[in-house]
């Protein structure tokens, strides 16, 4: 089974950067794609964005797009979320799993807060 630990998260500004890291562990990573969603409080779980498992594709929720890249390094077992011009509404824990069917343990999370 793998693991997921997240990190990364903080309090910004509206408008501000953060880079969210993913760290796997276990087999089975470098095979599969990945992806990076979040939980707003009263809000269901969405998927933000999804990158396979080579990196030569990614794409990105509407909300995001143009602001956030997702990337990976399979020889860290890593993925990466970097977070630009960040809003608000983007305030949520986010959390890495399978970018599809995510069926891996979740791990804690790591929170971001956007303030205006």
């Known amino acids: 089974q793998v693991q997921l630990v997240e990190s990364g998260g903080g309090l910004v500004q509206t408008g501000g950067s953060l880079r969210l890291s993913c760290a796997a562990s276990g087999s089975g990573f470098t095979i599969t794609s990945m992806g990076w969603y979040r939980q707003a409080p009263g809000k269901q779980r969405e998927l933000v964005a999804r990158i396979t498992s080579i990196g030569g594709s990614t794409n990105y929720a509407d909300s995001v797009t143009g602001r956030f890249t997702i990337s990976r390094d399979n020889a860290k077992n890593t993925v990466y979320l970097q977070m630009n011009s960040l809003k608000p509404e983007d305030t949520a824990v986010y959390y890495c799993?399978?970018?599809?069917?995510?069926?891996?343990?979740w791990g804690q999370g790591t929170q971001v807060t956007v303030s205006s």
């Open positions: 799993n399978k970018g599809f069917s995510p069926t891996w343990n």
